[in-house]
């Protein structure tokens, strides 16, 4: 149906010469065309600017509203120890097989093409949809200084300059990447019913509700480990940098995730008028709908409101990059895999994928409803529809890694010996399995009471929509569903293993490479500096045990 056989669609000649795959004289980095460029600091940058954006600082004080400043804090809490249990899954495959398409390509071999295929197309559609929910956050936070900025006209011409921005970063090359009012905040938002407020209905369930509604934000504010995997094909080192960059994420979300939370509950009050005006009418476009700008201007000092839009400016704008960058490597891996068509793996000698960019760029134009609407319906919408998408990827990267655990118990590969090693497995697995399926089902709870058909298809679409992906690529491929001793756990492990071994310098670490941004500690020839194999590429990797199908 799309284009060759997947075992084929790793080197398609007629694409790309073979020096775009090989430098002169070095063993292959890839099987395919994607570079490996990126350095640790890099891939850290990537995470979190995937990470952190509009949810965090603007889409949060919809979850403090409804739940409570404890309800907030505890929903987020939960989601992320839970992710937590996710990343620890998807960090042990993705470090010992850093294959273009991450947890996309892993769930294809190990578990069925079919899954592969469904959870390729959910988490494109998922990156893509963003891209345009986080142009709809930029035009909300600079409404901030001038309201004429919501008008169509200023509203299309910011839109169009940000998909240029976002075009140029992409097409390039990926290395191109106190208290003036004397008042002490405490914990009094969590006094006076603020800690757990009742939503819909009143009493013990009206709080549980409340709590329901915090979760819905915080499913869709935590995210993280996906983007580490999806940037894996294209990290320098990836057995060390790529292990560091998922350590980094129990980090990332104690301190952004569980701290944001704790944070927006102390600042704001759920009950703050401003905030209260904004969640229930929902008319106000403008970047005051951020709990923290609230706060800011609660202090009654004029400046800070202003550094904390600007702030949020660099982050949204980050994020919708990222996004981008996403489904382009998205796209491209399901057309490797053979689950896209064919002509999608063609790329620039820098490593881009051309087409697959072009087609990604549609989706911003999305952006453009918020013209005859506001920014911020525009971006309610959006959260929405995308964020089932978020949690069926989660839901398959468990399920894969369960099948992973069965498939090295069965063939006696022992999981010690992998670059890394996920704790508490297989049972943090099924734990999250069970928790990302139950919070699939229920997070979009409020379209029947009452039931409401408009906000029942934008919370639930992606649900209703992406198993049908699976059904009907199994029945046209006949795929079938490989058992733990049919899975094969060498892959592209020979092809890694061998590139790794060329490296002359130990690997240098965020920090110090912080530093020598500013000249400090700078290494003649830079960083991550590679040998020359003394055989051909082809015969090199033949020598470390890879089939010439891989290449």
Request: hydrophobic share 45%; net charge neutral; glycine share 10%.
């Amino acid at each position: 149906m799309f284009g060759k056989d997947k075992e084929k669609s790793g080197g398609d000649s007629s694409h790309s010469p073979e020096p775009d795959n090989v430098e002169e004289g070095m063993l292959a980095t890839n099987v395919d065309d994607l570079q490996r460029h990126l350095n640790n600091r890099q891939i850290q940058l990537i995470a979190i600017g995937g990470s952190i954006g509009t949810a965090l600082f603007v889409s949060i004080g919809g979850g403090l509203y409804k739940g409570g400043a404890a309800n907030l804090l505890l929903a987020y809490t939960i989601q992320s120890c839970v992710l937590a249990l996710v990343n620890n899954s998807i960090a042990e495959m993705s470090t010992a097989y850093p294959v273009t398409g991450g947890f996309i390509r892993l769930a294809g071999h190990f578990c069925d093409d079919a899954l592969g295929f469904m959870v390729g197309w959910n988490f494109f559609f998922y990156e893509a949809l963003l891209i345009p929910f986080e142009i709809s956050a930029f035009t909300l936070v600079l409404s901030f200084w001038s309201d004429t900025i919501t008008e169509p006209g200023p509203t299309a011409g910011i839109i169009v300059g940000i998909i240029i921005c976002y075009a140029l970063i992409n097409i390039l090359a990926v290395r191109a990447y106190g208290n003036p009012q004397h008042d002490a905040y405490g914990f009094r938002n969590w006094k006076r019913g603020g800690a757990f407020r009742e939503y819909i209905t009143t009493g013990d369930l009206g709080k549980f509700e409340g709590f329901l509604g915090a979760l819905t934000s915080a499913v869709f504010t935590v995210v993280g480990p996906e983007y580490i995997s999806i940037v894996a094909a294209e990290a320098a080192r990836p057995r060390v940098y790529i292990k560091a960059a998922f350590k980094m994420v129990y980090v990332r979300f104690g301190i952004f995730f569980i701290g944001g939370a704790l944070a927006v509950g102390i600042v704001c009050s759920s009950r703050d008028p401003a905030l209260v005006e904004i969640q229930t009418e929902g008319s106000n476009g403008s970047a005051g709908a951020s709990p923290y700008v609230i706060a800011m201007n609660n202090l009654g000092v004029d400046v800070f409101p202003h550094i904390v839009n600007a702030l949020m400016l660099t982050s949204i704008f980050s994020a919708g990059n990222t996004y981008t960058y996403a489904a382009v490597r998205t796209l491209y891996g399901l057309a490797l895999e053979g689950r896209a068509p064919a002509f999608l793996k063609k790329c620039t000698r820098n490593g881009v994928p051309l087409y697959c960019f072009f087609v990604v760029m549609v989706f911003p134009v999305l952006s453009f409803v918020q013209c005859g609407k506001s920014a911020s319906v525009a971006i309610g919408w959006f959260a929405s529809l995308v964020t089932g998408g978020g949690l069926i990827s989660y839901i398959v990267m468990s399920i894969t890694y369960i099948q992973f655990h069965r498939a090295c118990k069965a063939q006696g590969l022992d999981r010690k010996t992998l670059p890394y090693t996920g704790w508490f497995q297989p049972y943090g697995a099924y734990i999250a399995l069970a928790w990302m399926f139950t919070v699939c089902c229920i997070y979009g709870y409020t379209s029947y009471l009452p039931w409401n058909t408009s906000n029942f298809f934008s919370n639930y679409t992606m649900q209703l929509f992406i198993p049908w992906l699976f059904l009907i690529w199994k029945v046209v491929k006949k795929t079938k569903w490989l058992s733990p001793m049919e899975v094969d756990l060498v892959w592209e492990r020979p092809t890694i293993d061998a590139y790794e071994e060329t490296f002359t310098e130990p690997p240098v670490g965020f920090w110090r490479e912080m530093g020598q941004l500013l000249g400090i500690g700078r290494i003649k020839g830079g960083n991550d500096q590679r040998r020359p194999s003394v055989v051909a590429p082809m015969e090199g990797l033949a020598g470390h045990g890879v089939d010439a199908k891989h290449l």
